[in-house]
């Protein structure tokens, strides 16, 4: 017999979530996290249905619910008009709430679901015997070597494990570059709002307690380093702007898409980001990462925890789910690339057919992730 279960590398968002729902049925699990401490990057903020009802089935979903923010919809806007609207209503809500939070109250459910969790403990490697793995742990200067029946990769989007695997790791085009702050505010509404500029995006979302966060597309060859440069971009870009606390610095990211060529192979499956790789911009990686997590609990309960090959239909499902995340994210990003003459008033056309009383419901269905 193995010494455990199943090993999870990595208690990020969507190793910490798979975890409560394994051991809730009765696994023997062990989750390794290389951090001793929380992870305090600002990251994910939006919590869409298919997620929220994995939060559900980890026992997290109330706690989230009571800290995060529900939005009442979402507006599309350019040059001061209002192109489109959506209305995400009760059924289908969307919550905002920061990653830090987000993990810091499936954290909570982790150390009460039975879990054995180390912290500090990196998965420096894995040999598949056949009949079990054997995972390599380092902790403290020591490295120990624990089996599993399952080893799953968690490990986020530069996996150590994927790579170690061989794995494929196959790029999507389309890039960009985009700068980001929370800054705080008055708390006016619960309305989404995107601004698809001629010079480029512009996206605010309400947070809870009254905090905003701003996203700005940056201009080629314009990096938003400086709070006064993020500033400024958003003025020319809308004609106000808010207002930056003199600590407030923003953070840059590029995006870029990716998906594994695998999920399964032989005893590990990989998950989350270590699977698939979603641009931020339609915030629907970590949500996409809990399905991911939801499914394998779900597969896993029927038995195939020793007949790994069974997971073939999972693998199937989740890598489809992964490229229409990420074909909508593409979609996203290329309504605010910066635009002019015929392709801006297309665009412009485009939001408000999608906008429109005909397409609205639709519409909603995609940026709130039905299906996925
Ligand atoms: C700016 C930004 C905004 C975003 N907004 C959204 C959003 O609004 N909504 C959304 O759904 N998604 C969003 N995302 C994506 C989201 O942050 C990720 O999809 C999510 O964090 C993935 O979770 P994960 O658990 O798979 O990986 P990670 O969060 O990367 O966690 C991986 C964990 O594994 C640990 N680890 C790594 N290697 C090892 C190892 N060898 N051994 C042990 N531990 C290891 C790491 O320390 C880490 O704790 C955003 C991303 C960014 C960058």
């Not at 790579?163 to 999507?172: E, L, M, V, Y």
């Not at 499902?317 to 990420?326: G, P, S």
């Amino acid at each position: 017999m193995p010494d455990r279960d199943v090993i999870v590398a990595g208690a990020g968002p969507v190793g910490a979530l798979l975890a409560c729902l394994l051991a809730a049925q009765g696994f023997d699990v062990l989750v390794c996290e290389r951090h001793s401490g929380p992870d305090a990057r600002s990251r994910a903020i939006g919590i869409h249905p298919p997620g929220l009802a994995a939060l559900d089935a980890a026992g997290v979903g109330d706690a989230v619910r009571r800290e995060g923010l529900t939005l009442d919809g979402g507006e599309v806007q350019s040059r001061g008009r209002t192109l489109a609207r959506v209305d995400f209503g009760r059924q289908r809500p969307v919550l905002t709430l920061a990653q830090h939070r987000t993990q810091a109250l499936l954290a909570g459910r982790l150390a009460e679901s039975g879990a054995t969790v180390l912290r500090g403990a990196e998965v420096t490697g894995f040999e598949d015997r056949g009949d079990r793995v054997g995972v390599l742990i380092a902790r403290h200067g020591t490295e120990h070597d624990i089996t599993a029946a399952l080893l799953v990769a968690a490990d986020g989007v530069r996996s150590r494990l994927r790579h170690a695997a061989g794995i494929g790791w196959r790029s999507r085009r389309g890039r960009a570059r985009y700068a980001m702050a929370d800054l705080p505010g008055r708390g006016d509404d619960a309305i989404a709002r995107v601004h698809c500029e001629p010079a480029g995006l512009v996206e605010s979302f309400p947070l809870p307690g009254g905090a905003r966060r701003w996203v700005v597309r940056e201009r080629a060859g314009a990096p938003l380093r400086s709070a006064a440069a993020f500033q400024a971009e958003i003025l020319a870009r809308l004609g106000a702007a808010p207002a930056m606390p003199s600590n407030a610095r923003p953070s840059r990211f590029g995006v870029s898409q990716h998906t594994a060529a695998r999920m399964v192979q032989g005893r590990l499956v990989l998950i989350g980001d270590a699977a698939h790789e979603t641009s931020p911009i339609g915030g629907q990686g970590m949500n996409l990462g809990w399905v991911d997590a939801l499914r394998l609990a779900e597969a896993l309960g029927t038995q195939t925890l020793h007949r790994p090959g069974a997971l073939q239909r999972f693998q199937g499902e989740r890598l489809a789910a992964a490229r229409v995340a990420q074909r909508r994210a593409a979609f996203y990003m290329s309504m605010g690339a910066p635009a002019t003459g015929a392709a801006l008033s297309g665009r412009d056309a485009l939001i408000r057919l999608l906008g429109s009383p005909v397409l609205r419901g639709r519409s909603a269905d995609l940026v709130t992730m039905r299906g996925l």
